[in-house]
């Protein structure tokens, strides 16, 4: 069993930055973050397996950044240049395979989310 714990949300004004970390308590391989904003169905944002290997939804290319610490078991969310938009509770969450899709289906791990707030 994997457990995964967030941290790094906020409050914060639009252009600016946050950045999330999610440490793992065991083995995964791809690690990936999803959000959803009230009223809305939960998406995914980005996720990576092996050592680079990312994916990225159009609506947050260019504006942030998923990485890893293998050493540390952990997945980071870097994200810049926030709208209020981004707005949304931001999920955590990890497979044991690779993975080259965002559908939530396909993991079988979650952290209990952490709130970002963008202000306008």
């Known amino acids: 069993q994997v457990q995964l714990v967030e941290s790094g949300g906020g409050s914060v004004q639009a252009g600016g930055s946050l950045r999330l970390s999610c440490a793992a308590s065991g083995y995964t391989y791809c690690m990936a973050w999803f959000r959803q904003a009230p009223g809305k169905e939960r998406e995914g944002v980005a996720s990576?397996?092996?050592?680079?290997?990312?994916t990225y939804a159009d609506s947050v290319k260019g504006r942030f950044t998923i990485s890893r610490d293998n050493a540390k078991n952990t997945v980071y969310l870097q994200m810049n240049s926030l709208k209020p938009e981004d707005t949304a509770v931001y999920y955590c969450?990890?497979?044991?395979?690779?993975?080259?899709?965002?559908?939530?289906?396909?993991?079988?791990?979650w952290g209990q989310g952490t709130q970002v707030t963008v202000s306008s």
């Open positions: 990576i397996y092996g050592v680079s290997s990312t």
């Open positions: 969450a990890a497979r044991r395979v690779y993975c080259i899709t965002l559908q939530q289906a396909d993991f079988g791990y």
